[in-house]
């Protein structure tokens, strides 16, 4: 019997969570309407691994888009690569170029429908009546008719015309190769994607900024920032400016500090004929890197594994590399700790973020940088990375773009057959590190193996009994009004978590 004034913890059961891509459900346990301990659950479960042993080898460019109809691009653009590394194949530029562009397309239009489609649609909630810009926010965010809101539908759809130029349909294109990309635009089709992208430019600038992407450039601190905010007024009223002075009186800078680890795969190769410079080992835009404290350590793929200690999966001894890891179903209850169809990647043993924010850190972005020194990991952080990322991609865009106009090479290189083997593809998705990993034997898929960026945040515990970085984002939450957790669903959706990614079907009997 508890004594006086203590009481016995309280379950606090979310399920489904909306506005997140995919069934997650939610367990928080409360004391004193502190959140002292969460659990994370995909609760459906995925069989792309599995439909895939035994294929033609270039099956998986046609399988893995359709894995998720939110960043299918993405999960083509690693498949391929994986099979490039397998042929020992080198592309093109031009094939380089046009990877990098419709990656990017897919990033931008994901960046802005999450922020004001899922993540200000909260700005709305009745918890916030009280806050000096609720009205405005309803005004802004009200999901299905707010001023943003519209506006986000209307020109995120434009910009995924990018991609259906390129690559003949978007979602679940196939365009990409080992060894390129199967189609060659035109000049017309490539100067109809530099209209698209600058229009787009131009509506980010001018709702989104408030200002040019170049005086974004110059914004190097916080101090910096709060400069910019008080210069002019169009800075102020821009969804950005909105942004900033709603979450700070909210609080967000205070909530969701996580595991403080950070992983980052690196993405968009860099073009050997490119204008794009980057002083950094590897011949990418966004580089690779592993972060403990902001500490950088060096990135080694063979440092992943998968643990699936409390995962619905028949689990073995130990936690496995992909290239070794399997997808066994073993479908129990409670039993043996087991709580999700999601696995647990880890990285050297240690839960790790993913995600703009870790992106955006592994690039040294020196406004993050500072945020991160002075207060932490939190949503305020998360999400701010999410929201600005668009203003350093769409000018990569833009001169990818013209460089392609300007070069007449080729977009495809041939390679020579192969029957065994194995290869990897590793990039930065829109929600963060995705990796694809092959085996290929009697030239059919033998092993493949697939790790989403929801699958780093969204995992359980390992069997070291470390949280998954949404888990502990949760942990140590105070909860104003527990049948309204606001600040749950702020740290939840600050992830971005996409478990349509993560798991795959479910068992309708039930």
């Known amino acids: 019997m508890a004594s006086v004034g203590q009481m016995k913890p309280k379950k606090i059961h979310i399920f489904p969570v909306n506005r997140v891509e995919g069934d997650l459900e939610i367990q928080i346990e409360v004391e004193n309407n502190r959140a002292s301990d969460a659990w994370s659950a995909g609760i459906m479960y995925r069989g792309f691994e599995n439909l895939l042993v035994g294929r033609a080898v270039l099956d998986g460019l046609v399988l893995t888009p359709r894995i998720c109809g939110i960043c299918s691009t ?10 490039d590394m397998f042929f020992n194949v080198e592309i093109p530029n031009n094939a380089v170029r046009i990877r990098n562009i419709t990656l990017i397309a897919e990033k931008i239009q994901n960046d802005v429908r999450h922020a004001f489609l899922l993540f200000m649609a909260d700005f709305t909630n009745q918890a916030y009546q009280k806050h000096s ?22 020109e995120t759809k434009k910009i995924l015309e990018i991609i259906a130029n390129l690559g003949g349909q978007w979602p679940h294109s196939s365009f990409m190769v080992p060894g390129g990309v199967v189609c060659v635009p035109g000049a017309n089709d490539l100067v109809q994607c530099l209209f698209v992208i600058r229009n787009f430019r131009k509506w980010f600038q001018s709702r989104v900024l408030g200002c040019q992407i170049e005086r974004w450039m110059e914004i190097k601190s916080k101090a910096d920032l709060d400069v910019w905010l008080d210069e002019d007024e169009s800075h102020l009223k821009s969804d950005l400016g909105f942004y900033l002075r709603f979450a700070k009186e909210a609080g967000l800078q205070k909530i969701g500090r996580g595991c403080e680890n950070f992983i980052s795969f690196g993405s968009l190769d860099l073009p050997k004929d490119t204008g794009v410079k980057v002083d950094a080992e590897t011949r990418q835009f966004l580089q690779p890197g592993f972060f403990h404290k902001l500490e950088r350590r060096a ?9 699936v200690s409390h995962s619905w999966f028949d689990d073995g001894l130990h936690s496995k590399h992909p290239f070794e890891g399997e997808t066994r179903p073993y479908a129990i209850g409670k039993e043996r700790g087991k709580y999700s169809w999601a696995k647990a990647p880890r990285y050297d043993a240690m839960p790790a973020e993913t995600g703009p924010l870790a992106e955006m850190i592994a690039a040294d972005n020196p406004l993050l940088g500072d945020f991160m020194r002075q207060d932490g990991p939190n949503v305020f952080i998360r999400e701010l990375a999410r929201l600005i990322r668009p203003a350093y991609l769409i000018p990569l865009m833009e001169q990818w773009l013209e460089e392609t106009i300007r070069c007449h090479e080729e977009f495809y290189q041939d390679h020579s057959k192969k029957e065994k083997g194995e290869g990897y593809g590793l990039l930065e998705a829109p929600r963060g590190a995705l990796g694809h990993w092959v085996k290929i034997k009697d030239a059919k898929i033998e092993k493949y193996q697939i790790i989403t960026p929801t699958a780093w945040n969204a995992s359980p515990r390992d069997a070291n009994g470390f949280r998954g970085p949404l888990e502990e984002a949760i942990v140590g ?7 309204n957790p606001i600040e749950v669903d702020h740290i939840i959706r600050s992830f971005d978590p996409c478990l349509v990614c993560t798991v795959h079907a479910v068992d309708v009997r039930k």
């Open 299 to 307: 990135f080694d793929q063979k440092k992943i594994s998968e643990d």
């Open 74 to 83: 993405s999960h083509l653009n690693a498949a391929a690569k994986a099979l």
């Open 477 to 483: 939450t105070e909860i104003k009004d527990l049948d």
């Open 133 to 154: 810009l609720f009205a405005e926010a309803v005004r802004r965010y009200k999901p299905l008719s707010g001023e943003t809101t519209a506006a986000t539908v209307r």
